[in-house]
């Protein structure tokens, strides 16, 4: 029954070639997360979206980019990507304004820049 | 804005045991929720335990407790008999309550359990 689902788990691209991940879910939540986690770090915030409204965070560099066409689907684009960009991308989903609200993670996408 | 601290990188538990992973935060808000999310070696990230800031009492789910101390800005979580499947990396967790606009998660740099026979 997965909620929030990443595609795809493994993905490798090469150094400055634009790469695109996908995130979508089934719990129709109005917000939706994109984290980006290096290795034995916590999760760092890239953006999210409150329905359509983009939220983009201060130092997210202008390379990451998002886009979300529909409530239930929600895409990372790496404009060109660099090794430093290697990292688990992490989507999460929240229902806002909602008692007893919470974050629902997909398993993430594992990028590889080679 | 708000701070979420870990103090413990690491630390290992038998299995059986109890062991509490500590937590403390800051902020100015006074509508707020604080989780401790799991994210074992597969990674996804799993939701262990939620606390609302106006709930004076201590959330529980099963063999996982949270003492929050409010005033101290402290929110650990306890594990009581531990298992090898909790073996996992556990992050502390603070999101604004309603502020008119989507809150988002802040994590402390997370707590890596390893539970051993």
């Known amino acids: 029954d997965a909620m929030v689902i990443q595609n795809p788990r493994y993905q490798v691209t090469q150094f400055g070639k634009p790469v695109t991940l996908s995130c979508s879910q089934t719990?129709?939540?109005?917000?939706m997360y994109w984290y980006q986690q290096k290795s034995s770090q916590a999760p760092k915030l890239l953006f999210h979206y409150y329905d359509k409204d983009f939220n983009n965070e201060a130092d997210t560099p202008d390379n990451f980019q998002s886009r979300r066409p529909n409530t239930s689907f929600c895409f990372l684009d790496i404009r060109s990507p660099g090794l430093g960009d290697a990292a688990m991308y992490l989507c999460a989903t929240s229902a806002f304004r909602v008692r007893d609200t919470e974050a629902f993670f997909g398993q993430g996408t594992r990028l590889t820049v080679v | 804005a708000q701070t979420v601290t870990q103090s413990q990188p690491e630390m290992s538990v038998q299995e059986a045991e109890t062991v509490t992973l500590s937590c403390t935060y800051d902020t100015s808000e006074s509508n707020y929720y604080l989780f401790w999310y799991k994210q074992p070696p597969s990674r996804q990230m799993i939701l262990v335990i939620r606390q609302e800031a106006y709930k004076q009492q201590n959330a529980t789910e099963n063999r996982f407790s949270v003492n929050f101390q409010k005033a101290a800005k402290s929110f650990s979580l306890k594990i009581s008999d531990s298992q090898l499947g909790d073996t996992a990396m556990y992050f502390c967790?603070?999101?604004?309550?309603?502020?008119?606009?989507?809150?988002?998660?802040?994590f402390g740099t997370g707590t890596r359990l390893q539970v051993t026979l």
């Open positions: 967790a603070f999101m604004k309550g309603d502020t008119g606009t989507a809150s988002k998660l802040t």
């Open positions: 719990l129709n939540h109005n917000v």
